[in-house]
Nanobody, 121 residues
Framework: QVQLVESGGGSVQAGGSLRLSCATD????????MGWFRQAPGKEREKVAS????????WYSDSVKGRFAISQDNAKNTRYLQMNSLKPEDTATYYC??????????????WGQGTQVTVSS
């Protein structure tokens, strides 16, 4: 059973930084795509970043490009989302997710518990 354990949310002022962690087992870490999603109250869930299983390719949404970055610790089977220059509009519950190709798209079928990020102005 795939398990994703998130940590690292919190409250910061605009311009501050937070780092989210997503820990999993070795198989999931090496074989699955991992994505970071967020959902703010009253808004649809939005994918903000993702990484391929080989870690060879990263993707960021336009809304976070240049401010957020994925990093990883292979020894801990953990990936991180470093969030810098945070804005109030980044306030949301953040989720990491894992998945693989189903047909022509990557389907994220496994989800972490979510962690709240609140950015005050």
């Amino acid at each position: 059973q795939v398990q994703l354990v998130e940590s690292g949310g919190g409250s910061v002022q605009a311009g501050g930084s937070l780092r989210l962690s997503c820990a999993t087992d070795a198989y999931t870490y090496r074989r699955f795509y991992m994505g970071w999603f967020r959902q703010a109250p009253g808004k649809e869930r939005e994918k903000v970043a993702s990484i391929t299983p080989s870690s060879s390719s990263l993707w960021y949404s336009d809304s976070v490009k240049g401010r957020f970055a994925i990093s990883q610790d292979n020894a801990k089977n953990t990936r991180y989302l470093q969030m810098n220059s945070l804005k109030p509009e980044d306030t949301a519950t953040y989720y990491c997710a894992a998945g693989g190709w189903e047909g022509r798209t990557v389907q994220y079928n496994y989800w972490g518990q979510g962690t709240q990020v609140t950015v005050s102005s």
